[in-house]
């Protein structure tokens, strides 16, 4: 168990609806990184959190969106669903975000499935 | 921009064989280079790190040396077991900067038969 939270587990949906992923990091964690985990595209980041402020971006659609909240827990937001969304996403933390070799603790996805 | 190539798998391997994944990398400067393993049905774990030339990381019999000459960062296991079967990520993280994103190979999926 890496202490980093993922809910739902899993989300079936339709095309064109919305839904929002939660991630609550491990105790001390301060950043936040939201990836996506397809059969095409590999794993690829998405954007990352610090302290309640974004850090970096990556290959985010501008149909998601994320966000940290003051209790350090962080939720993606994905609208106007289309099939190729269906993926695994993966929540990670790390004490302080930055370069180099700190660890970063992924929790355990909620795969969405967009019919 | 950075990236991370590793050997395409399947790999399919008996008990106790000697394991080798290959992974290369580019990056500017000297990035902290990663191996995280997925389980079946689970999320990443950090197997090993590696956060300067020539330090070899190591975990559960799993080793992998940081070659700055050759930009790489192969992970090897001498003795394979049926419970190492999972996917394999070789991944960087840039040295400079402010952001502390992963980026990840394709991964290898190892099946290892009894």
């Known amino acids: 168990d890496s202490g980093v939270t993922q809910t739902p587990k899993h989300l079936i949906t339709a095309t064109g609806q919305r839904v929002t992923l939660r991630c609550s990091p491990r105790s001390g964690d301060l950043s936040v990184y939201w990836y996506q985990q397809s059969l095409d595209q590999g794993l690829q980041f998405l954007i990352q959190y610090y302290n309640g402020e974004e850090r970096a971006k990556g290959n985010i659609l501008e149909r998601f969106s994320a966000q940290q909240f003051p209790d350090l827990h962080s939720e993606l937001n994905l609208s106007s669903l289309e099939l190729g969304d269906s993926a695994l996403y993966f929540c990670a933390s790390s004490v302080t975000g930055g370069p180099g070799g700190e660890t970063q603790y992924f929790g355990p996805g909620t795969r969405l499935l967009v019919l | ?114």
């Open chain 2, 1 to 114: 921009g950075d990236s991370v190539t590793q050997m395409e798998g399947p790999v399919t391997l008996s008990e106790e064989a000697f394991l080798t994944i290959n992974c290369t990398y580019t990056a500017t400067g000297y990035p902290s280079l990663f191996w995280y393993v997925q389980y079946p049905g689970e999320g990443l774990q950090l197997l090993l790190k590696a956060t300067k030339a020539d330090d070899k990381g190591s975990n559960k019999g799993f080793e992998a040396t940081y070659r700055k000459e050759t930009t790489s960062f192969h992970l090897e296991k001498g003795s394979v077991q049926v419970s190492d079967s999972a996917v394999y990520f070789c991944a960087l993280r840039a040295l400079g900067g402010s952001q502390g994103n992963l980026i990840f190979g394709k991964g290898t999926k190892l099946s290892v038969k009894p």
